[in-house]
């Protein structure tokens, strides 16, 4: 059947299954925008407050749901808006294909009005980058653009496509997606190899990253922890894909890891990678890294390995899939000693807060009371950030929604929002400092105008928190541009917004109002006022080993 460039990108998101869009319009994608309102009762499309929040929450959706996000805007400042979200998917390998449209095909190349080449500015932060030139080509790019982003390691795919090209006719064909079958990369000597390590291992340790969740493999991830009889500590990617209220569970690694966890890592005899990238916020300095253990690294990419930490062993495939073939061969093993080592030391270093007073943690602990640890909780950067990786005890895959590679301030409301777009029976918590909330807190407006029930926690110390922070232990107190002393009110904001709001200041306000904000379901803002020099301990300097983590003991001990 004939049809234009735009219905054919409507069918082409219709055959990949694609039911909810997000972004913004413009001159350029007019057309698209018209097929859209043809097919509105088959793929809801919300228009965000502004393009980033499109990216963030299509990035969202995408972690929370495990499907492709998909985002929309128009040529120029539209594409342009779209990059930082797209290089926030970029670095935490989330799947996301970002249609953009650009200027007629005759005009490219010419500074055309809203002209930028934005395939070549988004190269170095996409898995690949299309400029569709031909509506012949079109059908086709977007099945590979929604191929590329979910295959392997996941990531974003721009697809750019000329506003003649939307308007022109062609022949479409439908197609039917079939479910890809990986092709194994690794061999039988390489799971010979692994079992091997860990059979002779005394001290085994797991450190778990992002790639347990992109690959689905949280239940051969439990089965395998007890099967070599090892503590488990996950990044910030990891939340989820080991219960956090498991006993072998000892909590984050890194910068803000429990003690337990970089000192447990630091003295173990073998470190099992799984799907994990040995951040320099999870190791410290790299050269005083696990320096007693072997490394086994299990990843799909194969450029992960050795790239920031030698190893020992390596199997490159999907993690799920070496898992199983790893289990299927590997006797039970027994480590008893180290394990009790393990809880000796998680008692000896619990995670502990002031409890005379309203802090982050507190609240984070009654957010999960309140919703039993059954909501997905996204969040923005900085100490709020590290706080709700900490406090909230996550149980299932996909269920914590945070930009860890790029560190993106105002990402965690767009994601919420994409989030609850994605899982609707879920409750959905965005947790933000003062500073990253006042990034977007635009896209209130956009949840207000669905009706999309979020609940948006903001964490008001009127300070940048965490570069604060910094200040005080290694800037001698300079407290450089990090005070918020404006007079911003968020409650009159969020209902100007259209949104329901409270001013939190005292600890036996939170439960109550965080059980109100389940209740109305609609939009709803806890502006918590808390102390401006709380801290997130524990901590690791930077350039220090993680076995040089301390806290605010060992800070009153000097």
Known sequence: MQLTGSEIIVECLKEQGVDTVFGYPGGTILN?????????NEITHILTSHEQGASHAADGYARSTGKVGVCLATSGPGATNLVTGIATAYM?????????????????????FQEVDIAGVTMPITKHGYIVKDVKNLAKTIRKAFKIARSGRPGPVLVDVTKDVTANMCE???????AEVLEKKYTKEDITKAIELIKKAKKPYIYLGGGAIISGASEQVAAFARRIDAPVCDTLMGKGAFDGNDPLYTGMIGMHGTKTSNFGVSQCDLLVALGARFSDRVTGNAKKFANNAKILHIDIDAAEINKNIKTTASVVGDMKEVLTDILAELPQQEHPEWTAHIREMKEAYPLKYAQD????????????????????????????????????????????????????????LGACIGAKMGNPDKVCVNIAGDGCFRMNMNELATASRYHIPIIQVVINNHVLGMVRQWQTLFYDHRYSNTVLEDKVDFVKVAEGLGCEAVRITRREEVGPAMERAIALKKPVVLDCVIEEDDKVFPMVSPGTAISEAFDEDDLDKQ
């Open 172 to 178: 479409y064909t439908p197609m039917e997606i079939k």
């Open 357 to 412: 007073k309203l802090t982050c943690p507190y609240i984070i602990e009654e957010i999960h009371r309140v919703t039993k640890g059954e909501a997905i909780i996204s969040t923005d950067v900085g100490q709020h950030q590290m706080w709700a990786a900490q406090y909230y005890h996550y149980t299932k895959p996909r269920t914590f929604l945070s930009s860890g590679g790029l560190g993106t301030m105002g990402y965690g």
């Open 32 to 40: 698209v925008y018209d097929a859209l309102y043809k097919h509105s």
């Open 92 to 112: 935490d390998s989330v799947p996301m294909v970002a249609i953009t449209a650009n200027v007629v095909l005759p005009l490219l190349g010419k500074d055309t």
